[in-house]
């Protein structure tokens, strides 16, 4: 996680100040670096999960077949996984704003060759500290494929509440439980317990948090570009 934290914010960095802005923009991306922290921080209670479980068998074999058993989910790769489809939802909106600025910029010059030296360029965007500014105002397929890359996020959004509710903290709730391993052979019946599970569980209410936060944004964002752009249109 390290890695993608440290080769992301270049990347981030180079999206950022190539391509055209547009309503909202720094905020995305303000939520997208609150939630790489976050499942960055979030992961460290994580790391040592195969020897926080612990079973009253001296047996490893049957040991690690519980383990098995009670975490059946990739938990840590699901957030990984979850994280990168965010970032695709957040580029998304870039790649269109960068085909858009290099669309125009030649339709710019397309125009400026052909029309008289008397005549003006018509200009549907908006230039603000040097920059350009897709103005939804103007351009309807700007406004859907941004609804699009806010749906989008939401989707993302709520399946990744849905592994923290139902893949995850079912297996945090209890303090212990019964490991049933028969059918590994030799194993019986076994109490198993996960040590650090208030960490555990504190790390994905802090997940959790930054999940409602984006849907709530992204929501209300979607309204008011519906709204704002489309209905007022």
């Known amino acids: 996680m390290a890695a993608i934290v440290t080769g992301l914010i270049p990347i981030l960095r180079t999206a950022v100040d190539s391509t055209a802005t547009y309503k909202g923009r720094t905020m995305w991306f303000g939520l997208l670096c609150i939630r790489l922290v976050t499942v960055f921080l979030a992961q460290f209670p994580w790391k040592s999960l195969n020897e926080d479980f612990q079973c009253n068998s001296t047996d490893s074999f049957c040991n690690k077949a519980c383990f098995n058993t009670h975490f059946d989910n990739a938990v840590v790769m699901a957030w990984h996984f979850l ?11 870039e790649l269109f704003s960068s085909h858009f600025q290099s669309s125009f910029q030649k339709k710019k ?4 060759a052909s029309q008289s030296e008397q005549g003006a360029v018509t ?11 897709i103005d939804l105002h ?21 399946l990744f509440v849905y592994v ?3 893949w995850v903290l079912p297996k945090l709730n209890e303090e212990s439980y019964l490991c049933y391993a028969q059918k ?5 019946v076994q109490q198993c317990v996960v040590r650090g599970a ?11 948090f930054i999940s409602a936060l984006v849907i709530i944004t992204s929501g209300l964002f979607c309204l008011y570009s519906i709204g704002h752009y489309l209905c007022d249109g």
């Open 123 to 133: 200009d549907p965007t908006m230039t603000i500290g040097g920059r350009m500014m």
């Open 138 to 158: 103007k351009s309807k397929s700007s406004v859907v494929v941004y609804l699009f890359s806010v749906m989008l996020r939401i989707a993302v959004e709520v």
């Open 184 to 188: 590994f052979g030799t194993c019986s």
């Open 83 to 93: 994280f990168i489809l965010l970032v695709l939802s957040v580029l998304l909106m």
């Open 198 to 208: 208030a960490e555990k569980r504190m790390s994905v209410y802090a997940l959790l």
């Open 109 to 112: 010059e397309r125009e400026m």
């Open 164 to 166: 923290l509710l139902c």
